[in-house]
């Protein structure tokens, strides 16, 4: 198993940034592609962005190109999500989660943190 922690979230006023974080516990971080999703009150959760085990990332969703970056440190075991310009459609529930391989589909992801709430005013 992988254990993931999300933190980081927060509220913001629009256009402003934050940056989340999602620790994982062991040594198997690294052989996990990771995702960053979210999930606004009344839609489905969707992919935002996703990076192979060696940093490869996949496009991210449209409607955050340009202000989201995803990156990871597997020696820090860790995951981010550095988010700008942040808009109030950008308000949800952030989750990461692991995956045996990359994918963009929710059920290719085994293990996920519990969320962080981000919320941007306008």
């Known amino acids: 198993q992988v254990p993931l922690v999300e933190s980081g979230g927060g509220l913001v006023q629009a256009g402003g940034s934050l940056r989340l974080s999602c620790a994982a516990s062991g040594r198997a971080f690294s052989s996990y592609a990771m995702g960053w999703f979210r999930q606004a009150p009344g839609k489905e959760r969707e992919l935002v962005a996703a990076?192979?085990?060696?940093?490869?990332?996949?496009p991210y969703t449209d409607s955050v190109k340009g202000r989201f970056t995803i990156s990871r440190d597997n020696a820090k075991n860790s995951l981010y999500l550095q988010m700008n310009s942040l808009k109030p459609e950008d308000t949800a529930v952030y989750y990461c989660a692991a995956s045996a391989t990359p994918s963009t589909r929710i059920a290719g992801y085994v293990y996920w943190g519990q969320g962080t709430q981000v919320t941007v005013s306008s």
């Open positions: 990076i192979s085990q060696s940093g490869g990332i996949t």
